[in-house]
């Protein structure tokens, strides 16, 4: 079982920004593709962005573009999502989870390791 563990979440007020942080081993940063999702109050879980394990390749949904950053920090063993311009649709749980897909996904049932989740929530 690998455990991914969640950070950074908050209220935050629109047009903030927030930087979420997932936390795994060495060895699943450098094995597994990490992706970021989020659900929100009555909606499904939605893919936000992915970065691949190898060479950082990073794919992001339309809603995010321009707005989320997805990197990695090796010397932490963490991969960080940088938000800005948050608006209140961006409000929900976060979560960051693992897949062994061979290329970057926001397919969720490519991913079978999942961690808690950090709450997210955008308003004045």
């Known amino acids: 079982q690998l455990e991914l563990v969640e950070s950074g979440g908050g209220l935050v007020q629109p047009g903030g920004s927030l930087r979420l942080s997932c936390a795994a081993s060495?060895?699943?940063?450098?094995?597994?593709?990490i992706g970021w999702f989020r659900q929100g109050p009555g909606k499904e879980r939605e893919g936000i962005s992915c970065?691949?394990?190898?060479?950082?390749?990073?794919i992001y949904a339309d809603s995010v573009k321009g707005r989320f950053t997805i990197s990695r920090d090796n010397a932490k063993n963490t991969v960080t999502l940088q938000m800005h311009s948050l608006e209140p649709q961006d409000s929900g749980v976060y979560y960051c989870?693992?897949?062994?897909?061979?290329?970057?996904?926001?397919?969720?049932?490519?991913?079978?390791?999942w961690g808690q989740g950090t709450q997210v929530t955008v308003s004045a």
């Open positions: 989870a693992a897949s062994g897909w061979p290329k970057p996904t926001m397919d969720s049932t490519l991913y079978y390791f």
């Open positions: 060495e060895r699943v940063l450098s094995t597994y593709n």
């Open positions: 970065i691949s394990p190898s060479d950082g390749g990073a």
